[in-house]
């Protein structure tokens, strides 16, 4: 497949894959609390992910770093923005914070999108992994049947 | 405090423990993969045994719950892996009379997610905790269906236009995505054991906004990681501005060269 055909597949693939987030959005009638929830909620997952997603990528840095002659910079530049993200994170949801959802204080929170990003990415990782095993399963049988 | 101690050493210090043990089986020493192998299996047991240990702590519902579905979740995997390796791949591992009974337990195990859902009887996991619906589960299952819907509908159309001759798993991709999203609006508009109409519309809006915030910290992390390397590799000198290689480095890429050729020395 060309270049060009190539791009627009994975252009019209990438709308697919939020089409059925935006069709819920519209036919489920939200409410002005739904939707000021759903804003904490975004915020809160957002913090989260790139937060815990940057020091799991500053473990990777060994990895790295061996490859090369062990520079210090990269490390020193991925840990200022997995920090920034811990300061954004307490700024944000200490008392009063706009990101503090039923929770009493900024700790508790912090705990509770810890616990809550388990709970989605667990359930984002069986949707991933039945997606690959199913296409699997269906290549599989298709070779079979030729056969 | 003594809650609060009891709950950082029985539950949170066993998720760090599993996820610095999730991190070690990136580094390449087999010594430390093994390492960081006990560290999951002991950090996560304690992780998933934390609802029976600190039952007061809020966190602790999520491990309830995680073990609520862990048969559901078993029975996909395990049918999945049979329905696989039961196929026409280089890796055979199972007799291809086997592949039914894999699809089977993947429908089974899909079911059983979906009945302990729609029926609160004795014999299906409990999805209650502390006299309520476990706040988790309103989390996870439309996570779990809208995620499912998305990459499955993306996936069928990927692989139609990528990949050659492959309509029937196309096809297939989509069915169950399309099982998956009428599952999702079924849940908007009827009630079931544990959330009403209004409930399950909340947990849905909840769990896109989820989602795209996942994407969204998922994407400027990487960008960031990206962006760190490149700014280091670009003020690395360019392959002509380099010294000429020393002794020990000569020798170095000699051994190399010797051991990946092979044969003997005279030849």
Known sequence: MSESPKQRVMLIAGFILILPSLVLVIISSSSDSDLSRGFARFANAFLTTYTLTSIFFIVNMFRYSKSRNEPKAPWIGMSYAAI????????LTSQGGFLLEDNSGSRAQIL?????FIVTALAVMVAIVIMIFVAFVNITSRNQNKQ | MQDEIRAALLLWIPLAIASLGMAM??????SLQNLGKGFLILGGSLYLASFLTVPESP?????????????ALLLIFVGLYIATFAGDIPVKRFNRKLRPLGLLLFISGLA????????????LPSLH????????????RPTFLLGMSSILFCSSYVIKHMGENRNDASRNLFLLGAFSFGFLLLGLYTDNAYTTTDQFSTSVWLATSDLFGILAGLGLSIIVFTLAILQYERKRPGLGNL????NEQLELAADVIRKNLGGEENE
């Not at chain 1, 920034?84 to 700024?91: D, N």
């Not at chain 2, 059983?112 to 014999?123: G, P």
């Not at chain 2, 905790?129 to 996870?140: M, P, S």
């Open chain 1, 84 to 91: 920034l993200g811990v300061i954004a994170s307490i700024a």
């Open chain 1, 112 to 116: 509770t999108n810890v616990v809550h």
């Open chain 2, 25 to 30: 089986q990136f580094r390449r020493q087999h």
């Open chain 2, 59 to 71: 966190s602790a519902a999520s491990s309830a719950l995680i073990v609520a579905i862990l048969p």
């Open chain 2, 112 to 123: 059983l997610l979906e009945a302990m859902n729609w029926y609160d009887e004795k014999w």
């Open chain 2, 129 to 140: 905790w502390e006299g309520e619906t476990n706040k988790y589960w309103l989390i996870f």
């Open chain 2, 243 to 246: 010294p000429p290689p020393s």
